[in-house]
T-cell receptor, first 115, second 109 residues
Framework: GAVVSQHPSWVICKSGTSVKIECRSLDFQATTMFWYRQFPKQSLMLMAT?????????EQGVEKDKFLINHASLTLSTLTVTSAHPEDSSFYICSASRGAGYGYTFGSGTRLTVV | KNEVEQSPQNLTAQEGEFITINCSYS?????LHWLQQHPGGGIVSLFMLSSGKKKHGRLIATINIQEKHSSLHITASHPRDSAVYICAVDETSGSRLTFGEGTQLTVNP
């Protein structure tokens, strides 16, 4: 079946540094990748949608300069949290789709803690 | 009012019980998804439905398009079924998922 590898699974970083999270589709070409953020006991919140080779589309309220998304190939998308602050601490998870009607495959998530 | 509503929010069952989680939605959809999120956070897609019924092992998912309602059933529940179950819909007007709040299921041995 379709597999999406996401890493790191957890990361602790100092305030002011940047962190990169990778999502890779292992056995299919992901035309679209989605990045979500999830706070404890809450549902997934869509941050942005990225199509291979195009600029990401960010949801309202998500700072595009802070959360940099790159989808350079059909199998890899990255989310970089720039100048991280403690309020950026959260669970980040990606999902990938090969197109309408194919469903979504989720990564395993990254727990980011900014100290 | 949320576009996707699930019930119950929390469910505790004894091992072996039959479990039902419900999902109602208020928008036009092209498909409905049932997802399972384990305590570690990873999410597994259980079903994608656009009509009728699907079965996989002890899991059954049904959808009634006219009533805008779907159910997820677990037969012979087991402690390893303990997780958050999330209903999500692909809206016909867009290309992204809209999520319910999730149902926390705990199955006790």
């Amino acid at each position: 079946g379709a597999v999406v590898s996401q890493h790191p699974s957890w990361v602790i970083c100092k305030s002011g540094t940047s962190v990169k999270i990778e999502c890779r589709s292992l056995d299919f070409q992901a035309t679209t990748m989605f990045w979500y953020r999830q706070f404890p006991k809450q549902s997934l919140m869509l941050m942005a949608t990225s199509n291979e080779g195009s600029k990401a589309t960010y949801e309202q309220g998500v700072e595009k300069d802070k959360f940099l998304i790159n989808h350079a190939s059909l199998t890899l998308s990255t989310l970089t949290v720039t100048s991280a602050h403690p309020e950026d601490s959260s669970f980040y998870i990606c999902s990938a789709s090969r197109g309408a009607g194919y469903g979504y495959t989720f990564g395993s998530g990254t727990r980011l803690t900014v100290v | 009012k949320n576009e996707v509503e699930q019930s119950p929010q929390n469910l505790t069952a004894q091992e072996g019980e039959f479990i039902t989680i419900n999902c109602s939605y208020s928008v036009g959809i092209s498909a409905l998804h049932w997802l399972q999120q384990h305590p570690g956070g990873g999410i597994v897609s259980l079903f994608m439905l656009s009509s009728g019924k699907k079965k996989h092992g002890r899991l059954i998912a049904t959808i009634n398009i006219q009533e805008k309602h779907s159910s997820l059933h677990i037969t012979a529940s087991h402690p390893r079924d303990s997780a958050v179950y999330i209903c999500a819909v692909d809206e016909t007007s867009g290309s992204r998922l809209t999520f319910g709040e999730g149902t926390q299921l705990t199955v006790n041995p």
